[in-house]
């Protein structure tokens, strides 16, 4: 069988199958970071880059959304990560106001400030963190399993808004302080919703809005998952700005 058409029964596999989807993503992590590479004129870092995230989540919606018309797979899926990664600094750009680094230096001076910028990164240390990341994503994603929960669920259902995630970190906040509502998770299954909103004086409808985010929000920060913690927090900052 050649490789066009292994990958098309992948795909077409992973459409009505989480876990194949969710292992799909992770056989093609180095494409996705590679289209996310371009995108950024430079590596993308866990932890610190957004638009790493969002090529993942539009890799899958590449998964749902493709059929043999729209052509290559891999072609689909990269037009579709460099369309929602443009779409997203374009949202960027519009609510912060920070200097882009892929302006130009001055009209007398080739080259942007992203040039400027002097890169120490040691290769062997980010290869380590990109293994680590990658076996933390896959144990995050065998877990979220057992909740019926993708990481697609999950993108969907994370707050919009800076106040609906605020209230989200508080409910995560009081639920830290409560080894048994923890337990109670783990042992049931289900989000302690009730027991959450009276704790943390987050309105029930909120947390119920949120149950998917939530419910992987408790998994991340209960089960050592450091590196996909903190990307979660440098979100959380972004939104902040």
Same mark, same amino acid.
């Given at each position: %069988?050649?490789?066009k058409?292994d ?5 077409e596999?992973? $459409?009505?199958?989480t876990?194949?989807?969710d ?6 992590l180095p494409?996705?970071k590679?289209?996310?590479e371009?995108?950024?004129?430079r590596?993308p !870092?866990?932890?610190r880059?957004?638009?790493? @995230?969002?090529?993942m989540?539009a890799?899958?919606?590449?998964? @749902?959304?493709? @059929?043999s018309?729209?052509?290559?797979f891999?072609?689909?899926a990269? %037009?579709?990560?460099k369309? #929602?990664?443009i779409?997203?600094?374009? $949202?960027?750009?519009?609510h912060?106001?920070?200097l882009?680094?892929?302006a ?6 080739e080259g942007t400030l992203l ?5 120490? #990164?040691d290769?062997?240390?980010e290869? !380590?963190?990109e293994?680590?990341?990658? =076996? ?8 979220l #399993? ?5 990481f697609a669920?999950?993108?969907?259902n ?12 508080r409910a995560?906040?009081?639920?830290k302080?409560?080894?048994a509502?923890? %337990?109670q998770?783990?042992e049931? =299954? =289900? ?8 704790g @943390?004086q987050?309105?029930r409808? &909120?947390?119920?809005?949120?149950? $998917?985010?939530?419910?992987a929000?408790?998994?991340?920060? &209960?089960?050592?998952y450091?590196?996909?913690r903190t990307?979660l %927090?440098?979100?959380k #900052?972004?939104?902040?700005?």
């Amino acid at each position: %069988m050649d490789r066009k058409t292994d990958i098309v029964r992948l795909v077409e596999a992973a $459409k009505t199958n989480t876990e194949a989807a969710d292992e799909l993503i992770s056989a093609y992590l180095p494409f996705i970071k590679a289209q996310t590479e371009k995108f950024l004129k430079r590596p993308p !870092q866990e932890g610190r880059d957004d638009e790493l @995230s969002i090529a993942m989540i539009a890799f899958h919606e590449a998964i @749902s959304g493709y @059929s043999s018309l729209r052509g290559s797979f891999l072609h689909y899926a990269g %037009m579709l990560i460099k369309s #929602r990664l443009i779409d997203h600094a374009r $949202k960027e750009q519009r609510h912060r106001h920070a200097l882009s680094l892929d302006a130009p230096i001055g009209e007398e001076t080739e080259g942007t400030l992203l040039d400027t910028i002097h890169d120490p #990164r040691d290769h062997y240390e980010e290869q !380590q963190r990109e293994e680590a990341f990658q =076996r933390e994503i896959a144990e995050l994603s065998k877990q979220l #399993r057992q909740y019926d929960l993708c990481f697609a669920d999950v993108a969907d259902n994370c707050p919009r808004q800076q106040r609906t995630l605020d209230a989200c970190h508080r409910a995560l906040a009081y639920a830290k302080t409560q080894p048994a509502l923890l %337990m109670q998770l783990v042992e049931s =299954r =289900r989000l302690p919703i009730a027991k959450l909103s009276e704790g @943390s004086q987050v309105e029930r409808k &909120t947390l119920e809005r949120h149950r $998917k985010y939530l419910v992987a929000l408790l998994l991340i920060h &209960t089960n050592g998952y450091e590196m996909i913690r903190t990307h979660l %927090m440098s979100r959380k #900052r972004g939104v902040e700005a």
